[in-house]
């Protein structure tokens, strides 16, 4: 079965400073690979979503996220952080054969600090 | 509308209780889900609508959840005799193309909150 797994349940930065959020996953295959960003009291946000091609993928906001297929990984990151960017982030895949179960992480909640 | 939007945004029900929580995708989308999420736990799946019909009703957690879409295009997910552990926030989400094109984005509303007592 999937998973999706967020190592890091919170994480604080300093508003300017660097973010990396880290996702596994578990699959037999590489299948495609998102990032959401939940505010409080909000919906879901696409972030950016990686399908094929290039491993590093830009997406909204400023943020990007690298694809590792050695790794399993499909890490999130951002050069500055600023305050309006704490949230919860979510990591989720879909089965790339047809499949439409969109598998959430537990989500890792950002706090900033100014 | 230009969003998915679901109502209400906020119900506490009474243990025992039904309720309803009304989803109206974005106009034309096709696909349309149905997701919970648990305070502090990310949203899982509870079912899927390819228009009218309920291609996948596996994450519905007993038969007290019940969800339809009799035209294709707004969506009701009725709980029966609501218990504490269905306290969570109810997600809708919809997209414009049949979901078996994996990967195609997905639209979600800002959420049913439902707290049992």
């Known amino acids: 079965a999937q998973s999706v797994t967020q190592p890091d349940i919170h994480i604080t930065v300093s508003e300017g400073a660097s973010l990396e959020l880290r996702c596994n996953y578990s699959y037999g295959a590489t299948p495609y690979l998102f990032w959401y960003v939940q505010s409080p009291g909000q919906g879901l946000q696409l972030l950016l979503k990686?399908?094929?091609?290039?491993?590093l993928v830009q997406g909204i906001k400023g943020f990007e996220a690298e694809f590792k297929r050695s790794q399993s990984s499909f890490n999130l990151r951002k050069p500055s952080v600023h305050w309006s960017d704490a949230a919860e982030y979510f990591c989720?895949?879909?089965?790339?054969?047809?499949?439409?179960?969109?598998?959430f992480g537990a989500g890792t909640r950002l706090f900033v600090k100014a | 509308g230009a969003g998915v939007s679901q109502s209400p945004r906020y119900k506490v029900a009474k243990r025992g209780q039904d309720v309803a929580l009304r989803c109206d995708p974005i106009s034309g989308h096709v696909s349309l889900f149905w997701y919970q999420q648990a305070l502090g736990q990310g949203p899982e799946f509870l079912t899927y609508?390819?228009?009218?019909?309920?291609?996948?009703k596996s994450g519905l957690p007993s038969d007290r959840f019940f969800a339809e879409r009799p035209e294709g295009s707004v969506s009701t997910l009725k709980i029966q005799r609501t218990q504490q552990e269905d306290s969570a926030v109810y997600l809708c989400a919809s997209s414009l193309v049949n979901a078996k094109r994996a990967g195609n984005t997905i639209y979600f509303g800002e959420g049913s909150w439902l707290t049992v007592v």
């Open positions: 609508f390819q228009n009218e019909a309920q291609l996948d």
């Open positions: 990686y399908f094929s091609g290039d491993t």
């Open positions: 989720a895949v879909v089965r790339n054969t047809g499949g439409f179960k969109t598998i």
